[in-house]
């Protein structure tokens, strides 16, 4: 096999990959230092976040600082994180049960109590000792809402005048008002959906609080559920409203429900004008309101450089005490500086680069602090040493810098669109003005010819490279790392033969929730990652409209232009018949039995696109019936000619369902997806369509798995006519990089700033085909092999398994982090027997394999 040269850039990027990424870092913080702060991210961006940086492990949400100037009180999804102002050195951590919701932090006036909302209905109060440290002491339990479940507070400000606490009760859809002596309710008062964040106007006090979901829907509006309540929605299933609410300082009325951008979040109040400034994130925009008037004045767009697509996503804002607007733009890793004119109207003025997806900014004095999210990535140690490192191991950072001069603020700005790759997104979304050009499988330029028509996206789930392809020698492989080699998953490795070997190629999530959004829209909103702390809301699986990118999905692309879509399984929850598990399903399949499944999918275009026979998640189904679900209406388009455009099939037996009683076992389920892959590939390639069609295969993300490269690098395959016998690529790509080249062959343009900062595998394809058809090969494994009774097993296939019973796998978002980490620990045992020590060392993103590659450390790197 001829392995591709590796290029410059690509050496830069993965070089930097192992050093502070979210999905890839290594632990400690000296490899970013001996490179001055900088570090690459598996979107492809750099980071080299201005002034002092403190690293931690975390991903903060909210921070506020004591009014004596001294300490930084930081929210993150753990519970409270204590630092010096000056210095940004930790003092405390400080757990918070029932963990951490999206916002939500208060300090009182004295500094001696701080105040956090958790992930469940409780607020907790954190008080200063005798000492000088604080402990957790108390709080407040929030009422249930009507719906159901817990409140999950959110936003919370203090008015100690009235000795009370304002709390948005997200799920509640209200603002509650808690006595702080007492802790009684003093008053609920409806707000609009998923209440966010709340201020107290310096002199009405009045209570303005921002509704993530915008106003109830009106009848005659399309909506959808989040969290138990209906959001209106577009007619692509995205919510499409999003509100400011205006409360007497009575607390009697609602004064005015104010609309505004899509994901109105942070709040901030400028005493010029009397004004109030609402950031919206899935809007890239800052809202300007005169308060007197409620009325908007101004639309501020955050964008770095001017018509630059969605995904800056500011989510966090604050004025300091010239009048400056600071701005957490968590898309383009940055703060904006927002001044105002003469006429009344701000400008951004300025830029400053930050860390990994900026959450919160303070200024005062001339300093300005900022939260970043995902920091410098997943380089911690916050489990016990025998658990391993996973993308669960966050590396959230804060960082202080000094308010720019104006020479500075140009140089740093300049710096910022270089680090958002601005020139690379603006060039992505140019049409060719060429003339004549034949087609390609990737055309050079957007809007010129592909030699392809159809692409088939499939969906699997949860593996990495070295789990399947560890044992191929032409790969950057360890075989001692492989679960499923050659024997058990024959349709995998002959794919990686026959076409192209990916032995590079990154998932760019951390697990279902993110994964799927990367899959299909090529962002990741603030909504979704700020609820690491407790996925309470939503763990979307195409369930939660609060959750997409304003972008919309890979499918409203092609429909848009006019191009044809067919859905098989993405977004889908299905039940078989009451009584049927696994082993009934299978063998009803098997004898021609047809069973029919209950579908519950929630984006209702998802739905209307669907082929209402196949199946999606549910681990008591076989994906050989899935395939055969599709291959009966593949037939009907064999005959009619006419085939979709762009076509998703959702494999998901890949996920394993451990050690479960009466479940398949780990070889079995690998051995049916093997099996219903290759047959997939096969029907497609003996088809008349076959010569004009291009498959994209990978994983939804690769959930905490092993790998001696990184436990994030994961499988992908590219099979057409003209992906034969590509041998080993070894370019860097990630999964915008597979959305983006999709696209891209439709003739159609990116949809955000992430995927047009991706680059196309072209090096995928040859200039000319092999029409040869595929043959799929058999099964390595009996598909129906199930895992015996717990009551015949003993010592740890016996620990195991009840630990394995324990893990709701019925829906994609009920496990937790124990959940995955044990799920991986139980197949590696179930397939290496209990003698072989589990890898712990190269579980999640290790990032150890990156050096021995070869691959070069070098910050000098051009945008492109």
């Not at 402990?135 to 159901?148: D, N, Q």
């Not at 429900?257 to 901030?268: N, R, T």
């Not at 006019?562 to 399903?585: A, D, H, I, T």
């Amino acid at each position: 096999m001829v392995r591709c040269t590796v290029s410059l850039e690509q050496r830069v990027l993965i070089g930097f990959f192992a050093l502070g990424l979210a999905a890839f870092g290594c632990q400690g913080p000296e490899q970013v230092k001996d490179l001055e702060g900088s570090a690459l991210l598996p979107t492809g961006h750099w980071i080299q976040p201005e002034g002092k940086t403190a690293e931690f492990a975390g991903r903060p949400v909210d921070m506020v600082r004591s009014p004596d100037g001294k300490w930084l009180f930081v929210k993150d999804n753990s519970g409270l994180q204590v630092f010096a102002a000056d210095t940004l050195d930790a003092s405390q951590s400080i757990p918070s049960p029932g963990g951490t919701s999206q916002y939500g932090l208060a300090v009182t006036r004295d500094g001696s109590t701080v105040y956090l909302s958790n992930a469940e209905s409780r607020v907790h109060r954190y008080v200063r000792t005798p000492e000088g440290k604080f402990k957790l002491e108390g709080g407040y339990t929030l009422p249930a809402p009507e719906i159901g479940g817990h409140a999950y507070p959110t936003g919370l400000a203090l008015d100690e005048d009235r000795n009370v606490l304002y709390v948005c009760a997200s799920r509640s859809n209200a603002l509650l008002c808690i006595d702080l002596t007492s802790g009684e309710v003093r008053k609920s008062i409806p707000t609009g959906v998923a209440p966010y964040a709340v201020l107290i106007h310096p002199k009405t006090r009045q209570l303005w609080v921002t509704n993530y979901g915008g106003p109830r829907p009106q009848r005659s509006e399309k909506r959808a559920p989040s969290a138990g309540t209906d959001v209106a929605v577009d007619e692509r299933g995205v919510a499409k409203s999003g509100s400011v609410s205006v409360i007497s300082s009575d607390l009697e009325k609602v004064e005015a429900e104010i609309s505004v951008g899509l994901h109105p979040c942070a709040l901030a109040y400028h005493p010029a004008g009397d004004l109030v400034l609402v950031a919206n994130a899935n809007s890239d925009e800052v809202t300007v309101i005169e308060c007197s008037r409620k009325a908007k004045v101004q639309e501020i767009d955050t964008h770095p450089v001017r018509d630059l697509p969605f995904g800056s996503m500011p989510n966090a804002l604050c004025v300091d005490e010239e009048g400056k607007v600071w701005v957490a733009l968590a898309g383009n890793n940055a703060v904006g500086c927002l001044e105002r004119e003469p006429n009344g109207e701000f400008s951004l003025r300025g830029l400053v680069p930050t860390g990994w997806y900026p959450s919160s900014v303070l200024a005062d004095e001339g300093r300005v602090y900022v939260a970043n999210n995902k920091g410098v990535g997943s380089r911690t140690r916050n489990r016990p040493e025998e658990k391993g490192r996973n993308s669960h191991d966050h590396r959230g950072s804060i960082q202080a810098f000094s308010t720019p001069t104006p020479a500075r603020f140009a140089e740093l700005s300049r710096k910022v669109t270089t680090l958002a790759k601005s020139t690379s997104v603006l060039r992505a979304y140019e049409r060719s003005i060429r003339s004549n050009v034949g087609p390609t499988p990737v055309p050079a330029k957007l809007g010129e010819p592909s030699v392809f028509e159809h692409v088939i996206y499939v969906i699997k789930e949860n593996r990495t490279y070295d789990q399947v392809l560890g044992d191929l020698p032409e790969g950057d492989g360890d075989p001692n790392l492989c679960n499923f080699p050659e024997p058990l998953s024959p349709n995998h490795h002959a794919l990686a033969k026959e076409f192209v070997l990916l032995d590079n190629y990154y998932c760019n999530g951390v697990l279902s929730a993110d994964g799927h959004s990367w899959a299909t829209e090529s962002n990741v909103t603030p909504y979704l990652e700020r609820m690491f702390g407790g996925f309470t809301r939503s763990y979307t699986f195409g369930d939660d409209p609060l959750t997409y990118s304003s972008s919309g999905f890979i499918w409203d692309a092609v429909l848009a232009a006019g191009l044809s879509f067919r859905n098989y399984g993405e977004f889908n929850y299905s039940e078989p018949p009451q009584g049927m598990g696994f082993k009934e399903v299978y063998q009803a399949h098997k004898s021609g039995q047809r069973v029919d499944f209950r579908l519950e999918i929630g984006v209702e275009r998802v739905k209307r696109y669907s082929c209402r026979d196949y199946p999606g998640w549910n681990m008591n189904i076989p994906d050989v019936l899935r395939v055969d679900r599709f291959l009966e209406e593949f037939r009907e388009f064999e005959k009619s000619g006419d085939f979709p455009n762009f076509v998703i099939v959702y494999l998901p037996q890949d996920h394993l369902s451990g050690t479960t009683e009466g479940m398949p076992t780990p070889r079995a389920h690998m051995a049916d997806n093997d099996l219903a892959l290759g047959r997939l590939v096969e029907a497609v390639s003996k088809s008349k369509f076959w010569p004009k069609t291009v498959l994209f295969i990978n994983e939804d993300d690769p959930q905490n798995g092993y790998d001696h490269v990184d436990g994030h690098r994961s499988i992908c395959f590219v099979v057409s006519p003209y992906s034969r016998n590509r041998g080993v690529v070894s370019e860097f790509y990630n999964q915008s990089s597979v959305v983006r080249t999709m696209l891209h062959i439709l003739g159609l343009p990116p949809l955000n700033q992430q995927d047009a900062a991706s680059n196309l595998m072209a090096a995928c394809f040859a200039p000319k085909p092999d029409f040869s058809a595929y043959q799929a090969r058999p099964a390595g494994w009996a598909l129906d092999e199930l895992n015996g009774s717990l009551a015949q097993r003993s010592g740890n296939d016996l620990k195991w398994g009840r630990i394995s019973a324990q893990i709701p796998m019925h829906r994609t978002g009920l496990k937790s982090v124990q959940d995955e980490d044990n799920l991986n620990r139980i197949l590696w045992h179930a397939t290496k027997g209990y003698a072989t020590p589990y890898p712990e060392r190269f579980a999640g993103a290790h990032g150890r394999g990156l050096k021995g590659r070869g691959l070069l450390l070098d910050s000098n790197s051009d945008e492109d």
